[in-house]
């Protein structure tokens, strides 16, 4: 194992831990796009460029907007009780 | 349960888990040393069968199409079903103005961002069998330059560009054009799926043969879903509820 792929490891595992730790929900949705930015490091520096680009439109595209939305949207019928 | 139960609890079954973890990875080859037969032969035939200079494209739209063709229906069929309960649970009108208030800056960014995000899914699209990429993930790129449109720059011009009913439009013809470009194989008097145009120079824009073309229906149906599931949740905030 090279030295960078050490590095993409150790970010993936912190990543992964912040997202549990992060408490407020908004925070927690932003600390997961950039959890899912790791894993594309990870992907890239282990050679499957074709995951990393998967990963990048799934956890940095996709998964942030249905996220935020479904967030706002309980957000918005909690207020109205 | 006590917070203490709860902790002895996970301690151990965390420490079981772990255990059965390590012992599982320690297990692994080493990184670079692949031992599948499928993965090998792949890699000594495909080029010279499919002209496709990314072995990963020629085996999701070439030697495992079908399997593409699924998960393009599992798509199709998902986004189908948020539509239908969606759209049956709200009113028409739509308050757009709700989104329109936005941070100059992040308009300023938006602006710059939804064409070079547009022009790179179409490239990803286009090169997928010649380099990393594909429909499938160009097709989000693309899908995301639209969406980005209506987040970060205005919604009015968002719901112009992409309205629904082109959204489905757009869906349904990358989808049923997959089944077309397969349909043509058996046409052409070869198995379903199976290319029937020139494979081409390696290497070259116009290679690959059907794949190229499956990519390419795969991307549009890709991004049609995109949108239109983007479409379903933005009308779901923004619509008068009943």
Known sequence: MI???????ALVALGGLAVVVARDIVRQA?????????????????????????????????????????????RRREGRR | M????RTGLFLASG??????????????????????????ALDRVSLGQTHAMSTIASVTFDYRGFDTLGEEFILFASVLG??????????RDVD??????????????????????????????????????GGFQGGVVVAAAIVLLAIAVDYRAYSGLAPKSAADLVEGVGAGG???????????????????????????????????????????????ATVVLASEFFEELLARRR
């Open chain 1, 3 to 9: 030295p960078l792929q050490a590095v993409a490891l």
């Open chain 1, 30 to 74: 932003l600390v997961n796009g950039f959890f899912g930015l790791s894993l594309v490091v990870l992907f890239l520096v282990f050679q499957a460029p074709d995951v990393a680009l998967s990963a990048i439109t799934v956890s940095s595209a996709a998964a942030p907007l249905v996220l935020t939305i479904a967030i706002l949207a309980v």
């Open chain 2, 2 to 5: 006590s917070l203490r139960t």
């Open chain 2, 15 to 40: 420490s079981v888990l772990a255990g059965l973890l390590g012992w599982a990875f320690a297990g692994l080859p080493a990184f670079g040393h692949y031992h599948g037969v499928y993965g090998r």
């Open chain 2, 82 to 91: 948020v539509s239908l309960l969606l759209r049956e649970m709200r009113e």
């Open chain 2, 96 to 133: 757009a103005k709700r989104l329109t208030e936005r941070f100059e800056p992040i308009r300023a960014t938006g602006r710059i961002g939804v064409p070079v995000l547009f022009l790179l899914g179409l490239f990803v699209i286009a090169h997928g069998y010649l380099s990393p990429g």
């Open chain 2, 178 to 224: 997959y089944v077309a470009i397969g349909l043509g194989g058996l046409v052409a008097g070869a198995t379903f799926l199976e290319s029937f145009v020139s494979r081409g120079t390696i290497g070259e824009l116009a290679s690959s043969g059907t794949i190229a073309l499956l990519s390419w229906s795969a991307g549009i149906e890709v991004a049609g």
